[in-house]
């Protein structure tokens, strides 16, 4: 299968996760609420989207690390003359892995989702437990530490005149994942948690 | 005994067992399908890039040491070209001494038929760095003077065309700046990599401490007579 339209696998559940986070996310799902109850609510419709952006975060950074394998092994995966060209970043040993212990970033993708799909998944089952305010606010401050990583990654991607479409779409799911632990962190502050 | 159900411990546990499930089931695919080799200059690791402009007796041209590799080369196979890269310092005494071998070698294993060696081609490469020692000064006129053993560059307190050995026919890439050598962690000059046809580091002066080059080659690089 073509790299681009396997990219597709992880792209598109990570859109439709990040437009039932957005506000206007009721106008997509209200054919589907009878069959869904939870998407009738705002609380239920942010829920869903964050648990779709987690679920395909760790997709997409589970085959980040399954090309960065491939490519050590003297394979290719996504090499190409252009712009987009996630083997030339994946598979630059100067880049491909964190400075301080050397692990692959889809390796770091991988956990990091796991652990957001863990707080958002027992925080959606439980919504009125005492911690899942702790959870949201965890998961809050994981994503937006992400963005440092974001930018560190799109700075080596400068670099290099490259653009790696696997890493795209992971950065964009921690965006995406921020502003639904946000959104889901403001309405468990207001009184309105269980009416939303 | 009254036994009592704790609904929020479970549901974090049963969340927490799933996620991990996800997580060991991506890592056993990842696993299971692929093997990974870490990039590093240890034998067995895939050898670091090497870049940067080379000379070759013509002229300064760019350099790519993975235009060398060949990733569908199979062990034993006799027609993958091996690499043989020695990191030098034209002002470095060992350097100039071991010349005169590299000339020898570069001569009996680089392809030509009239050196009996029927084994598979060594291409030799070498990086010139200049260390941060006192008298160490290099150029690129010094390497081209080392290489081509022509007279009017110092070379380790001598003139390079007095250096032992005959003329070099193998190129030697600017490494001034010691990006190269920074980047395959060379300590001290001359270090010497042989690497295989597929980019795989086979053997290193570094981690084989009394043998040298050319008994590397002889062990590692497959013949037809073996």
New interface residues.
């Given amino acids: 299968m073509d790299s681009n339209l396997q990219l597709m696998l992880y792209l598109i559940p990570t859109l439709l996760g990040f437009l039932l986070i957005l506000p206007f996310g009721r106008s997509l799902v209200t054919p589907l609420t009878e069959k869904y109850p939870s998407l009738a609510s705002e609380r239920g419709r942010v829920f869903s989207g964050l648990l779709l952006t987690c679920l395909a975060g ?1 997709a997409v950074s ?1 085959q980040t ?2 090309i ?3 490519i ?4 290719n995966f996504c090499a190409s003359n252009s712009i987009l060209s996630c083997d030339d970043v994946i598979g630059n ?2 880049y491909n892995t964190d400075p301080i212990f050397g692990i692959p970033w889809g390796g770091i993708g ?2 990091v989702f ?1 652990v957001l ?2 707080l958002v ?2 925080s959606s ?2 919504p009125n ?1 005492d ?1 899942v305010s702790s959870y949201l606010k965890y998961g809050t401050y994981i994503t937006f530490a992400g963005f440092f990583v974001i930018g560190m990654l799109v700075y080596y991607e400068i670099q290099m005149e490259k653009i790696c479409q696997y890493c795209t779409t992971a950065h964009f799911a921690n965006i995406a994942a921020f502003i639904g632990f946000y959104r889901l962190m403001r309405m468990n502050e207001s009184k309105d948690w269980n009416t939303i | 005994m009254k036994y009592t159900y704790d ?2 411990a479970d ?2 546990t049963t ?2 067992i ?3 499930a ?2 060991f089931v ?1 890592i056993m ?2 696993a299971a ?7 590093g200059t240890k034998e067995g690791e ?1 050898a ?2 090497l870049e940067g402009e080379f000379y070759n007796g013509s002229g300064w041209s760019d350099f790519n040491l993975e235009s060398y ?1 060949d ?1 569908g080369w199979v062990e034993g196979d006799i027609t993958g070209q091996w690499v043989a890269i020695e990191f030098m310092d034209t002002d470095c005494p060992y350097c100039v001494q071991s010349a005169e071998k590299m000339a020898v070698d570069a001569n009996d294993f680089g392809g030509d038929a009239s050196s009996g060696w029927d084994g598979a081609v060594v291409n030799f490469i070498a990086s010139a760095t200049e260390l941060d020692i006192s008298g160490h000064d290099s150029s690129r006129a010094e390497i081209i003077a080392f290489r081509d053993k022509t007279a009017g560059e110092e070379c380790a307190s001598s003139d390079c065309g007095s250096r032992p050995g005959a003329a070099h026919n193998f190129p030697y890439i600017d490494d001034l700046d010691q990006e190269n050598m920074k ?1 395959w962690k060379v300590s001290g000059t001359p270090s010497y990599y042989l690497i295989q046809p ?2 795989i580091i086979a053997w290193s002066s570094s981690a084989n401490p009394g043998e040298n080059l050319r008994d590397a080659i002889l062990t590692l690089v497959p013949r037809e007579s073996a």
């Fill in positions: 760790v589970f690390l399954w960065s394998s491939k050590s092994e003297g394979g040993p100067e991988a956990f796991c799909l863990y998944y027992s089952k439980e437990a911690w | 609904d929020e549901v974090r969340t927490l799933r996620v991990l996800l997580f991506g695919i990842i399908t692929t093997s990974p080799i870490a990039t895939r670091p890039a590799w990733a980047k597929d980019g």
